[in-house]
C-alpha cells in the first residue's frame, strides 16, 4: 500500500475524487475554510492499492495547553459536516449517494489494511489521535467491521434526508400536514423563494444568521465571521438561496451542491416574520431546484447541534420526509501510550461520549473541544 498526505493545493487531492461520489466536505476548498484558526493544517491522507484508494480528509491542531505534550505533538478531526472517510474504486464511477454500495469482502479487506497505513500515517506525523465523522447517505457506507476493529463507533443521533428520486406526487404527499397548509399560505401571502444566481444576498444571510445564532442562543462553535462568509463562496460548491416578502430578504440559507448530493448547511428567519415560518417555502424552493437539476439527495440534516436529538428543528425537518440516516462518529487512537497519558494529564473524570477525553468540557488545561 501506498500513502500520500496532501496538502490543499495539491492537484492530486480533487483529481483522486474526480468521477466518484463524494460531498462537499471532501472538497480541499471546505478543509481550507474550516481550518479556521492559523495553527490548524487541513490535508487528506490517501491510501492507495492497486484499484482501490481510501481518501479521508482531515484537519490537524495542536494539542491543548498544559498537559505536557511537547509542542510537536497533534490531534486530528474531520472537516466539520459529514466528512467520512471514502473508500474508491474504478468500478463505483457514477454511483449515487441514495444506494448502499454493493460492497465484498474485498472491501473490507482493503479497508482493514488501508486503516493500519494510516494509523501509520498519523503517527509519522506525530498525531495522538483522530474524530472522525461519518456520512448518514446510504451511498456513503463504510463496512462497520474495519472500523470497529481498530476504534470505536458512536452513534449521536439521526439526520433527516429527502430521496430527489422519488415522483413529484411522491414527494408532495410526504409533506406533513400543516406544512402543506403553510406554504400555500406563504405563497398567497406574496412570499416568493429563490436560489440566487450570485452572491449578492450574501449580507442578508449573514445577518439573518447572526440573528438567528443569537436568538437562539447557540453555542460560539456554531456562529460564523464575517470572514467565513467572505470566504465560502471559494469553495465552489455553495449557492445562496432566499425567500423574500416585497423585495424584502426574510429567510435566506447556505447550501451545498457537489455529486447529486445537496445539504442545508446553514440558514434563518428574520424575528419578524417567524410566525409565517418562511422556511419551510425557503427548503421546498431548493428541493425542487435540485431535483430539476437531477440531483439524488437532499440532506436536511439533524436538530439543534451535529446530530442533535428529536427536538423541534428535527421534528420540523421531518415534516419534508420520512428517512433517515444515522449520524455516527469513528474515534481512531492512534497513539493509545501517549493518549493515556494526556487524558491523566487534563485531570477530568472520562467521559465515554466525548473524544478525545483530554479535550472534554471543564478539565483543567485549556484549548478547544472538538464538538459533535
Known sequence: MRTEILAVDDGRWPATLDGHLHDVYHLPGYGRLDAGRADEQPVAV?????????????????????????????????PYGYATPLVLTATDAGRGPTLAPARDARAETFLSGAIGSLTAALLDMQVVSAFVRLHPLPGFALPQGPLASAGTLAVHGESVWVDLGRGEEELRAQLRTNHRRDLVKLVRGGFTGQVEQGWGALPDLQQIYADT?????????????????????????????????????????????????????????????????????????????ARERGDRAFVLGSGSGWGGAENPLFRFKLGFSPLRGAVATWRLVADPSRYARLVDASRVPVDADFFPAYRAPGRASTGSAHAV
Open 213 to 289: 445564532m443569537d436568538r437562539v442562543d447557540a453555542r460560539e462553535f456554531y456562529r460564523r465571521s464575517g470572514e467565513f462568509f467572505d470566504r465560502v463562496r471559494d469553495v465552489g460548491a455553495f449557492v445562496v438561496a432566499t425567500v423574500r416578502l416585497g423585495g424584502e430578504v426574510v429567510a435566506a440559507g447556505l447550501f451545498s451542491e457537489v455529486s447529486g448530493t445537496v445539504q442545508y448547511f446553514l440558514g434563518g428567519t428574520r424575528r419578524e416574520h417567524l410566525a409565517r415560518s418562511p422556511s419551510k417555502l425557503l427548503l421546498l424552493t431548493v428541493q425542487n431546484w
Open 46 to 78: 490517501v491510501v492507495r492499492d492497486g484499484p482501490w484508494t481510501l481518501f479521508v480528509p482531515l484537519v490537524l491542531a495542536p494539542l491543548p495547553d498544559g498537559l505536557g505534550a511537547g509542542s510537536t505533538w497533534r490531534d486530528a478531526r474531520s
